[in-house]
Nanobody, 119 residues
Framework: QVQLVESGGGLVQAGGSLRLSCAASGRTFSTYDMGWFRQAPGKERESVAAIRWSGAITYYADSVKGRFTISRDNAKTTVYLQMNSLKPEDTAVYYC????????????WGQGTQVTVSS
């Protein structure tokens, strides 16, 4: 089992940047694929970015490609989401999640961190 704690959210003006961090407990962090999701008020949760256990493969939603970068440091058991050129439509609660290798679903979720982008 792994516990996830996000940090780094806040209020930023449009065009600004934030870096989210997700610290994971446990010694098996490198055996999980990791993802960032977000949920805006009144909307369904959506996938933002994901990274394989090794860090070699990443995925981005079309809406954030070229602006967001996901990375991980397995030694520090932490995954990051660097968000640049933020837009008001990026406003949401951001969650990180862990998916065990060879599983289809993300099984562990953090509590979320609020990101608010003002226009």
């Amino acid at each position: 089992q792994v516990q996830l704690v996000e940090s780094g959210g806040g209020l930023v003006q449009a065009g600004g940047s934030l870096r989210l961090s997700c610290a994971a407990s446990g010694r098996t962090f490198s055996t999980y694929d990791m993802g960032w999701f977000r949920q805006a008020p009144g909307k369904e949760r959506e996938s933002v970015a994901a990274i394989r256990w090794s860090g070699a493969i990443t995925y981005y939603a079309d809406s954030v490609k070229g602006r967001f970068t996901i990375s991980r440091d397995n030694a520090k058991t932490t995954v990051y989401l660097q968000m640049n050129s933020l837009k008001p439509e990026d406003t949401a609660v951001y969650y990180c999640a862990a998916r065990p290798l060879y599983r289809d679903e993300y099984e562990y979720w953090g509590q979320g961190t609020q990101v608010t982008v003002s226009s």
